[in-house]
Structure formats: structure tokens, C-alpha cells
């Protein structure tokens, strides 16, 4: 493997990873967000 | 309430866009405009990831303990939250670090791993991170292991300079002077561009770590709110 | 000092209850006895050889001899709630942790006064005469150990796993100690005297006077979670 070779592995894999985490984040929020919105809407429900 | 909600939303997007923004700087200064080096060649590129990801990923260690003594000081939920989302996020950090060292070790020193000081040291970060996120994983109590991970993040951190003290003088007093590996960092006697291009790529991380550190400070905070409804009721 | 007198009185307790049931010293005497072989049999530690693996491997073996007594030493306050009856008298809750640090110390020390010779004797060693201040290294070591390791034992408590999970934070913690001890011991084997080993040992001084200062401080928080 060339020298770009490894540049290019270490970049790709890098940058993959954050990407992965990002999205991982991104789903944690939006059912996080799910959950509250049927909870507090259910506590309200059963004032 | 929502109000601060959507602020702080817009807040982080913005944040989030300036952080791409220089991330696409960085990788064209990183990867194109800036020249190879006279010795290691286009392989010290990697040293534009492997620099500022060591970097955050003791900011994120001082992080965890600012939050940690803050929490045993004053017992606020937040601090709780912003010590344990620095703490994954800076594992994630110190793995990416050790993952390009062992990379750029490869062609450099024609080997996947070798036991020098940093990175040896970076592992050891890696190893303290990763007890902090298991022993959190592990006490089911939420007060008790925020009290417990407050204590390994203060503790973790006191012992981070006697831990480079000890390795340093383990590597440099067993190291016949052939083989001394250059210790300087690659910014002394540097191509004036790829300081710029190391500077741009640093503050490019930089943001996205702020980034990623409030997006996970939020999911903490929505997921303590989702626990509270959940035990509480409506209340 | 009320604390002194308190963490004296907390400790007397440990030595009777381990004076009559034992348990935790003879387990620690035999694990550490049955490691010295396990090494043999691994490594065919040969006569040359001993001199320059015995740091290395005596501190292996005190660093898994100690986990097993770290793992036990809040065992009796478990039971029978007594920690709770502690926690609500007006006692010092650093004296508890000074008694507790001092009590792992001492078997600690114990099971080394054993394991030194013991190891001198199974590998053929000559070098009797290094044994004090060998010993004394140890001891440096041994005390940064039970600082941390009581400090963590506490924090695992009451955890899942935490017979694992003991081991798995506490041992990065301690890479400062067992560096400097094994370091120094080897010094101390290949040259028969200290010399350059001074610096390490000023490097473990630090860390037990650091330790102990923050697990003192720090301590109260631990034990009431």
C-alpha cells in the first residue's frame, strides 16, 4: 500500500467513525424527542 | 421552556455549520495544499487528523474533571450529564488518536504498534476512559454513579501527569541512543503552510467536538427528562 | 487526634475479626504462593533469568494478592448493615477510610514478608542481602496501592461485577506505582544498591502523599453514595 494508501485509510476511517457517532446522536435525540412527546401527553391526559 | 429549546437548537446548527465549514477547509489544505514533508513524505498528513484528536481528547479528559468536581460540589444534574458526555466522546476521540498513530506507525516505522511514550500513553487514556464509561455502565443507582464517576474523573485526572512523568523516564532511560525515536513534535522547524494547515484542521475539530458535545449534552438531558416523567408520572 | 484515635479503634476491630476467622490473609498468603509457580511453569524462570524477572513478577503477584484483599475489605461492613450504623454515629468518615487503607497495608505487607523469601528460596537467589531495601521499595508501592485501591473498593461497592470491575479501573491508576517500584527493584538488583532509583522513588512518594491527601478528602462522598 502506497502512501496515499495509508493517508487515505486513516481519513476514511477517521472521518467514517464521526460520521457514525453523529447519526448515533442524531437517532438518540429523535427518540428521545418521541418519548417526551408521548409522555407528556399522556400525563397531561390523565390530569 | 421551549423557547430555550429551539435557541439552543438553532445555536448548535450553527455551530454544526461552522464546524463543516472549516472541517472542508481543513481537508483541502490538509490533503491538497499543503506540501509533503522533506522526510516522512504525504504519509505526515495523518499528523493533521492525529494532532488535534490527541488534543480534544485531553480537553475532554479536563472536561470530565471540571464537571466532576462541580458535580461533588454543588450536586446539579447538568454537571453530571456534561461529565459523562466528555467522557464518551473522548473515548471516542482517544480511540480515533491510537487508530492513526498505528496507522502513520506502519510506514513510518514499518510496525502496526510499538510501545514509545505517546503512544503508550494515549492507551492509557484510552483504558481510564473506557473504566469510567463501564463503571457508569455498571452502578444502577443514578446518584450513586454519578458520586462514583465524579470520583474517577477527579482521581483519573491527578494521576495523568504522574502517569506521563513514569512512562517518559521508563522510555528515554531504557533507550539505547540509536534507536531514540524523535520525540519533537512534528511543529518545530515546520513549513510555514502546514502550520496553517495543522491550525485550520485544530479549530476544524475543535467545533465539531463543542458540536457533538452539546448534542450529546442534550440527548442527556432529554433522557434524564424521559426517566423523571417515567418514575414521576405528570407531575 | 479524635481521627487517629477513631481510625486506631476501627482497625483494632479489623485485626480481631481477621484474627479469628482468617479468611482474607490465608487466601492472600496461598494465592501469592500458588502465582510463584504458575510463573515457573509459564516462564522456566531459569537461574540467570530470576534476578531480572523478580521485580516484574513479585509485583504481579502483590498487584493480584492485594485485588483478592481489596475485594474483601468492606466485606464485614456489608454484613448486617453494619455500615449503615457507622455512617449514622458522628464518627470521621476519613478515620474509616485511614483504618481501612491501614488494615490492607497490613496484610498486604504480611503476604510480602513471605512471598520475598519464598521467592528468593524457589528461584535460587543469592542476593539475601538487598532483601530491606527491597522491601522497602515494596512497601512505597504497596501504600500507593492501598490508597487508590480502598478508595476504589468503596466505589465499587455496591456495583454489578465489581470483583471485575476493581481491577479493570484501578490497575491504569496505578501504572505510576508499579512502574516505579518494578523499575527501581531492578535497579536495586543489577547495580546492589539504589543510585538512580532515588528519582523513581521520590516519583512514588508523590504519588502515595497525592493519593492519600485526595482519598482522605475525597472519601466521605464515596462511602455515604
Known amino acids: ?47 | 421552556m421551549r423557547e430555550t429549546d429551539q435557541k439552543q437548537g438553532r445555536g448548535r446548527t450553527i455551530l454544526g455549520a461552522l464546524a463543516l465549514l472549516s472541517i472542508l477547509v481543513g481537508l483541502a489544505w490538509g490533503l491538497i495544499l499543503a506540501p509533503p514533508d522533506a522526510y516522512q513524505g504525504e504519509v505526515q498528513r495523518i499528523m493533521y487528523l492525529h494532532i488535534p484528536t490527541i488534543l480534544i481528547a485531553y480537553l475532554s479528559f479536563f472536561i470530565v474533571f471540571v464537571a466532576s468536581c462541580l458535580y461533588l460540589w454543588k450536586r446539579e444534574r447538568r454537571d453530571d450529564i456534561l461529565a459523562y458526555s466528555a467522557a464518551e466522546i473522548g473515548i471516542l476521540f482517544t480511540g480515533l488518536t491510537i487508530i492513526e498513530g498505528s496507522i502513520w506507525g506502519k510506514p513510518t516505522w514499518g510496525v502496526w504498534w510499538t510501545w514509545d511514550a505517546r503512544l503508550t500513553l494515549t492507551a492509557i487514556l484510552f483504558l481510564i476512559f473506557t473504566g469510567y464509561m463501564i463503571l457508569r455502565s455498571l452502578i444502577e443507582d443514578e446518584n450513586r454513579g454519578a458520586i462514583c464517576g465524579a470520583v474517577l474523573g477527579i482521581i483519573g485526572f491527578l494521576d495523568i501527569p504522574l502517569i506521563h512523568m513514569s512512562v517518559y523516564w521508563w522510555r528515554t532511560l531504557h533507550q539505547p541512543p540509536s534507536i531514540l525515536r524523535p520525540d519533537k513534535l512534528p511543529w518545530e522547524n515546520v513549513h510555514p503552510s502546514m502550520l496553517l494547515a495543522l491550525s485550520i484542521n485544530f479549530l476544524a475539530f475543535l467545533l465539531l467536538y463543542f458540536y457533538l458535545l452539546a448534542l450529546r449534552f442534550r440527548v442527556g438531558e432529554m433522557q434524564d427528562e424521559v426517566k423523571k416523567l417515567k418514575l414521576y408520572g405528570g407531575q | ?225
Open chain 1, 1 to 47: 500500500m502506497g502512501p496515499w494508501g495509508f493517508v487515505f485509510l486513516a481519513y476514511g476511517i477517521v472521518w467514517s467513525c464521526l460520521l457514525l457517532y453523529l447519526f448515533s446522536l442524531k437517532r438518540r435525540q429523535r427518540k428521545a424527542a418521541a418519548e417526551l412527546l408521548q409522555l407528556r401527553s399522556t400525563s397531561r391526559g390523565t390530569d
Open chain 3, 1 to 225: 487526634m479524635e481521627l487517629l484515635r477513631q481510625a486506631a479503634r476501627l482497625l483494632w476491630k479489623d485485626f480481631l475479626l481477621e484474627l479469628r476467622r482468617r479468611e482474607s490473609l490465608v487466601t492472600m498468603f496461598f494465592f501469592g504462593a500458588l502465582l510463584l509457580f504458575v510463573f515457573q511453569f509459564a516462564f522456566e524462570i531459569s537461574a540467570e533469568r530470576a534476578a531480572e524477572m523478580a521485580p516484574g513478577l513479585l509485583w504481579l503477584a502483590f498487584l493480584f494478592t492485594g485485588t483478592l484483599g481489596l475485594t474483601q475489605l468492606f466485606q464485614a461492613e456489608r454484613e448486617n448493615h453494619c455500615l449503615d450504623a457507622l455512617l449514622l454515629s458522628p464518627m470521621d468518615r476519613a478515620s474509616l477510610y485511614l483504618a481501612k487503607v491501614s488494615f490492607n497495608l497490613f496484610l498486604m505487607l504480611l503476604v510480602e514478608l513471605v512471598i520475598f523469601p519464598l521467592f528468593w528460596v524457589l528461584f535460587n537467589l543469592t542476593s539475601w542481602h538487598l532483601l530491606p531495601t527491597l522491601f522497602f521499595v515494596a512497601f512505597l508501592g504497596t501504600l500507593g496501592f492501598c490508597v487508590l485501591g480502598t478508595l476504589f473498593s468503596a466505589v465499587t461497592m455496591r456495583a454489578r461485577a465489581k470483583e471485575l470491575l476493581l481491577p479493570l479501573i484501578l490497575f491504569p491508576l496505578m501504572i505510576p506505582v508499579i512502574l516505579a517500584t518494578i523499575r527501581a527493584m531492578e535497579i536495586i538488583l543489577r547495580s546492589g544498591e539504589l543510585g538512580e532509583g532515588a528519582a523513581w522513588l521520590r516519583l512514588l512518594l508523590g504519588f502515595d502523599v497525592i493519593f492519600l491527601t485526595a482519598g482522605f478528602l475525597i472519601f466521605e462522598w464515596v462511602i455515604e453514595a
